[in-house]
């Protein structure tokens, strides 16, 4: 019983000094006080923005592949003969 106070005790130690050396003494860098240190809260902030971007990127690309899946009907239609659809183009003078 004795011995699994002491251990107990000897990691609570441990992770006390662990704590002061890498926390305290600043070797991980924790600006606002959350135990999470900056550089991760960084990396998590990048990865944030990226997939932002993708979002936004995957979007246009879908719009794009929406427009040319329409103009390639239209080419379509254009090689089997069929009229063309739509305004007419201003004639040029």
């Given at each position: 019983m004795?011995?699994?106070i002491?251990?107990?005790?000897?990691?609570?130690?441990?992770?006390?000094?662990?704590y002061?050396?890498?926390?305290?003494?600043?070797?991980?860098?924790?600006?606002?006080?959350?135990?999470?240190?900056?550089?991760?809260?960084?990396?998590?902030?990048?990865?944030?923005?990226?997939?932002?971007?993708?979002?936004?990127?995957?979007?246009?690309?879908?719009?794009?592949?929406?427009?040319?899946?329409?103009?390639?009907?239209d080419?379509i239609?254009?090689?089997?003969?069929?009229?063309?659809?739509?305004?007419?183009?201003?004639?040029?003078?």
């Amino acid at each position: 019983m004795l011995n699994t106070i002491l251990v107990i005790i000897g990691i609570l130690t441990i992770l006390a000094v662990i704590y002061y050396v890498v926390w305290k003494k600043g070797y991980i860098n924790d600006r606002d006080q959350d135990l999470i240190p900056d550089e991760v809260e960084d990396v998590i902030e990048d990865v944030k923005e990226v997939v932002e971007e993708t979002k936004r990127r995957a979007k246009a690309v879908k719009k794009e592949l929406k427009d040319v899946v329409e103009e390639s009907k239209d080419v379509i239609d254009a090689v089997k003969g069929k009229k063309r659809r739509g305004r007419k183009p201003k004639s040029k003078k």
